[in-house]
Every structure is written in C-alpha cells, then in structure tokens.
C-alpha cells in the first residue's frame, strides 16, 4: 500500500527557507491532490497547500506569500518550501494524499530556532 | 476562506455512550466536501469520514456523517475505549483554500 514520507531538517534558522521533500512509495504520485498540513505543538491542524499530479497548486491565503509546493514525477516526490520563517513556522509537518486524506506521512517536526 | 467551527471543544463521555460532534461552516460546503479525522497523540490523523457521510477504508460501522451546506454532524454510536481521541472537520470543496476545524476533544469522563 501507498506509504508517505517526510524528510528534511528538523532545525531552521529564523528567517530562512523550511525545504520538506514527501516520498510517495507502494504507488505513483501520477494521480491525486498531495497536500501539506502542520501541526503547531499542542495545538490543531493547519492545511498549508496542494498540489495535484498535474502541478497546479493551491494555498493557504495567509501562508501563500510565504510557500512553494512543487512536484517530481520521476522521483515520485513533492516539496514544501517555506520562506522567512519564524518561531510560529514551528510545528510538526505532514504531507498527505488526497482532498480527503486517507494517506499520511508521520510528520516530521520543525524547530524554528537560532 | 471557509471557517470551519467545532463544538463543544471538550466532550466528556463515558464508554458505551453516544458522541455527537458539531461542525458549522461559515459558508455553504460544496457538494459536501467535508471530511472528519480522528487524531490519537503522537499520530497522524486518520479520515473517517469523507464527502460528509462515507465511512473511509476499515472505519467501524460505529461512526457516522451527516450534514450538508453549512451544518455536519459525526457521531459515534458507542464509545469504545480507543474512541477517545481528538477529532477534526475539513472542507475541500472551496476552489479557494481547504480548512481545517479547531478540534473536539473527547475524554473520558
């Protein structure tokens, strides 16, 4: 079956660039909307964006300035960028298949610190 | 933006009790696009329910959607003890942005 997972640095300086990469593997990321949420500790979840297989993409209006998610067919990948982080950018991150997501990564956790 | 509103935040049950959980939308869900997830600590969260009554793959019979345009409902008939958990409403019906609800806390009372 489909299995999800997130990868990258766990620690981030403010004001640079968060980069998560998802790696989709059981099945092809050729189909679907892929999404990326966070979780800030001990609060709820926040829906960052989408991307379809396609590569049209949608955001979350008040991280949109902020945030990339692009797609790698060949690699069976997609990506998050995040720009000019701060200490409210930490949180757990997941990537996740599908408008109603049935597929979950385990999320990764991201520390905005200095 | 869809604003997604859950209550009650905390639900106090007790095991073999009846759970009812409200989401109101601030405007009309398309084709009720609206999805319930149940988030254990620690976990990611798992889909429940899709296109506002579905139950998703391996879900027991226990747990039920209902609603449409701006009012949507999960309940689950008895709480067994691995029920209790945090659970969230989505829209993904707006062309806009997808949201998430703030999360309803069931524990054990």
């Known amino acids: 079956q489909v299995q999800l997972q997130e990868s990258g640095p766990g620690l981030v300086k403010p004001s640079e660039t968060l980069s998560l990469t998802c790696t989709v593997s059981g099945g092809s990321i050729s189909s679907y909307y892929w999404s990326w949420i966070r979780q800030p500790p001990g609060k709820g979840l926040e829906w960052i964006g989408y991307i379809y297989y396609s590569g049209s993409t949608n955001y979350n209006p008040s991280l949109k300035s902020r945030v990339t998610i692009s797609v790698d067919t060949s690699k069976n990948q997609f990506s998050l960028k995040l720009s000019s982080v701060t200490a409210a950018d930490t949180a757990v991150y997941y990537c996740?298949?599908?408008?109603?997501?049935?597929?979950w990564g385990q999320g990764t956790l991201v520390t905005v610190s200095s | 933006e869809i604003v997604l509103t859950q209550s009650p935040g905390t639900l106090s049950l007790s095991p073999g009790e009846r759970a009812t959980l409200s989401c109101r939308a601030s405007?009309?869900?398309?084709?009720?696009?609206l999805a319930w997830y149940q988030q254990k600590p620690g976990q990611a969260p798992r889909l429940l329910i899709y296109?506002?009554?579905s139950r998703a793959t391996g879900i027991p019979d226990r747990f039920s959607g209902s609603g449409s345009g701006t009012d949507f409902t999960l309940t689950i008939s008895r709480l067994e003890p691995e029920d209790f958990a945090v659970y969230y409403c989505q829209q993904y019906g707006s062309s806009s942005s997808w949201t998430f609800g703030q999360g309803t806390k069931v524990e054990i009372k």
């Open positions: 996740a298949r599908g408008a109603a997501a049935a597929r």
């Open positions: 296109g506002a009554s």
């Open positions: 405007q009309s869900v398309s084709s009720s696009y």
